[in-house]
């Protein structure tokens, strides 16, 4: 059975929260501190007065845990994201050394590999690393590892053969040597996006947007912001960033 099935089925609990909120949730437990506190949320459907409280399916509604609450700071509203256990946490790398040292070289994006180790391993949970390729004692330098080995109990490495399906760098690229900055993709790389509804609401979008700006990206309808920015010869003027860190330039999917 599929998570998707278990989430349906209400076997499990599902819950939905803001990216950038999940993110430092997981880092509040990795310090052991109770939350995050933040404006983000209020109002929408992970906001307890006015939604769910992030919670996905009827197993969470029914749930007496509260992930997302209220609280009032010096007289202002603001959402509580409540910091949880990790029990386990499977985090990815390209390459580890014996001693379970990891590097992230070959991976698109740089995430929250070491937060999520951390805090998993301040709730005294483990964490297994998926990798590509092992290497002996010292063989990564110091400066190159992103998630030392004390962080680590377990390591998987997937097969050569198998990297294709297993360790992609994303559910769409195999590997593209663009995406870990070993070098830059021709502007003329990118696809002309056809005139469609989508193209119009990237195109109003884009009107807004002025030499100087950084502009945070979200997925969806936001990326053709980014495709007829880069039509309009606007990404030498602009800075467009994504949730995830990642930045500058336009969301991959648009290479042709």
């Not at 969470?60 to 007289?75: E, T, Y």
């Not at 991976?107 to 070491?114: A, K, R, T």
């Not at 297994?128 to 377990?154: E, M, W, Y």
């Not at 990206?217 to 030498?236: H, N, R, T, W, Y």
Request: hydrophobic content about 40%; overall charge neutral; aromatic content about 6%.
């Amino acid at each position: 059975m599929q998570i998707t099935d278990l989430v349906l089925k209400n076997v499990v609990e599902a819950w939905t929260l803001p990216m950038g909120s999940f993110s430092r949730l997981i880092r509040a437990q990795s310090q052991h501190a109770p939350g995050y506190v933040s404006s983000v949320g209020l109002g929408t459907f992970v906001d307890p007065k006015t939604g769910t409280g992030g919670a996905l399916n009827d197993k969470a509604k029914r749930s007496s845990f509260d992930l997302v609450s209220r609280v009032n700071v010096h007289g202002k509203e603001y959402l509580m994201y409540r910091a949880i256990p990790i029990d386990v946490a499977i985090i990815r790398a390209t390459t580890a050394d014996l001693n379970g040292n990891l590097s992230l070289e070959e991976e698109s994006v740089i995430c929250d590999q070491l937060n999520i180790a951390m805090a998993a391993k301040n709730s005294g949970g483990v964490v297994i690393a998926q990798v590509k390729r092992i290497g002996a004692p010292g063989s990564l330098p110091a400066r190159n590892v992103d998630v030392p080995g004390c962080f680590v109990d377990c390591v998987v490495k997937v097969d050569p053969k198998d990297h294709d399906e297993w360790h992609p760098m994303s559910f769409a690229t195999r590997h593209d040597p663009a995406l870990t900055g070993e070098i830059k993709t021709p502007r003329d790389a990118i696809a002309r996006a056809p005139l469609d509804l989508r193209k119009v609401i990237g195109r109003r979008g884009a009107m807004s947007l002025r030499p100087g700006y950084v502009v945070n990206l979200g997925i969806g309808i936001p990326e053709s912001v980014a495709q007829v920015a880069a039509e309009e010869d606007m990404l030498d003027h602009i800075s467009l960033t994504t949730e995830v860190g990642a930045f500058g330039g336009v969301p991959s999917k648009y290479y042709v």
